[in-house]
């Protein structure tokens, strides 16, 4: 598996993929609207290539904010059917948190399973002073606090633009 920044040429591929993965439309849409936001970060748009070229996987984290302090918005993140429960998800995880922290960022939040990402050292976020955009999403509103958090970060989570037309 290769672990690589995603390109513009890969994107049909990519919003493919994310169909395919994901059971309604809305996650391909909002995609398509990261990629053309102001909060899009290439170094944090990542894909799982095959030895013969296939994109099997892909992540993305987009500029994010904890009350002033800026952080990163994790998702969507997706397997191709065929491929998942294989290790393609946890190796985009390993892979975006290495690249978070490379850039100073201090924080990756994210909405999602309990089931998966505490194994990646995600803690309900309001437990590290992080306030969820909405109550209602209880111990799915997760956060993984990297080397740059300190006890200064703290507040309400805002995501990129496109989240909020969800
Ligand atoms: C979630 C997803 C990205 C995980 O990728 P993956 O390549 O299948 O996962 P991995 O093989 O790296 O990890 C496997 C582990 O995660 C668990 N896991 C995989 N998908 C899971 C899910 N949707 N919910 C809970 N746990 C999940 C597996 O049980 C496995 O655990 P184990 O190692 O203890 O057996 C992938 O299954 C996917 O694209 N699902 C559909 C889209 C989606 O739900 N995206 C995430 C929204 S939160």
Not at 21 to 29: M, Q, Y
Not at 37 to 54: F, T
């Amino acid at each position: 598996m290769i672990l690589r920044r995603e390109q513009a040429p890969d994107r049909p591929e990519i919003l493919a993929l994310i169909e395919a993965a994901f059971p309604e439309p809305v996650e391909a849409r909002l995609l398509r609207e990261l990629f053309a936001s102001r909060e899009y970060l290439p170094e944090l748009s990542i894909v799982a290539e095959s030895a013969d070229g296939e994109i099997m996987g892909y992540v993305i984290s987009t500029r994010a904010w904890i009350g002033d302090s800026p952080a990163v918005g994790l998702g969507p993140i997706g397997v191709l059917p065929q491929w998942q429960r294989r290790g393609v998800g946890a190796a985009l995880m390993h892979a975006s948190i290495d690249a978070a922290t490379e850039q100073g960022e201090p924080a990756i939040v994210l909405l999602g399973s309990t089931d998966f990402y505490p194994r990646f050292g995600f803690v309900p976020a309001d437990s590290v002073g992080i306030t969820s955009p909405d109550p209602s999403w209880g111990s799915h509103f997760m956060a993984l606090p990297l080397p740059a958090f300190h006890t200064g970060i703290r507040g309400h989570f805002r995501y990129a633009e496109p989240f909020s037309k969800l």
